[in-house]
């Protein structure tokens, strides 16, 4: 749908890697028009704060969609304090059933530091296998990468920044420029 009415609009690599006792969310810092970098320095994970627990949001698609999904989940952990996966459901349930959410385009990642989430617009509130999540433009090569280390003996935040460097140097629509998050479960 994004294709029709923004073609050529790329960029984005969000990665979550759980391990020992911590989850670290790492995005790149990359949007792109077709072949032209537009901004190299985007700011696409964040932390919340909702009723003083903290959450980390990586988020790939729309700026002004993702921030919109991101106030709405922070409502919903206010309502559900410590019950991330509840907030989650909660959210993908309004995304998809609501007239006008059903229109935002884009992915989520979220962490509490215990839980793992991808949620996206179909409805779908994901818990990956292999303690490693990934959305975006160079998700799939995160991913891969990220799954490949985790034999090693490397932190979570060894492991993210690694695995990022790796979907950066195969990725067109990813750059090495990180906002890295860590929060202990």
Request: contains cysteine; neutral net charge.
């Amino acid at each position: 749908m994004a294709e029709d009415r923004f073609p050529g609009w790329h960029g984005t690599t969000i990665l979550g890697v759980r391990r020992g006792g911590e989850v670290v969310v790492a995005g790149d810092g990359q949007v792109s028009l077709g072949n032209t970098v537009i901004k190299g320095t985007a700011r696409k994970v964040r932390r919340l704060s909702p009723g003083g627990r903290d959450v980390v949001a990586g988020f790939a698609g729309s700026t002004a969609d993702a921030f919109t999904l991101l106030e709405r989940l922070e409502k919903k952990l206010e309502a559900a304090p410590g019950q991330l996966a509840r907030a989650c459901v909660e959210l993908a349930k309004d995304w998809r059933m609501d007239k006008y959410l059903r229109n935002l385009e884009a992915m989520l990642i979220v962490t509490d530091g215990r839980d793992l989430f991808v949620i996206t617009g179909a409805g779908d509130v994901l818990e990956p296998e292999h303690d490693v999540a990934a959305i975006g433009s160079g998700g799939n090569f995160a991913l891969a990468a990220a799954r490949g280390l985790m034999s090693t003996d490397l932190s979570a935040e060894e492991i993210a920044r690694k695995a990022m460097a790796i979907a950066a140097e195969i990725c067109v629509f990813t750059n090495g420029n990180l906002t890295v998050e860590r929060i202990r479960g």
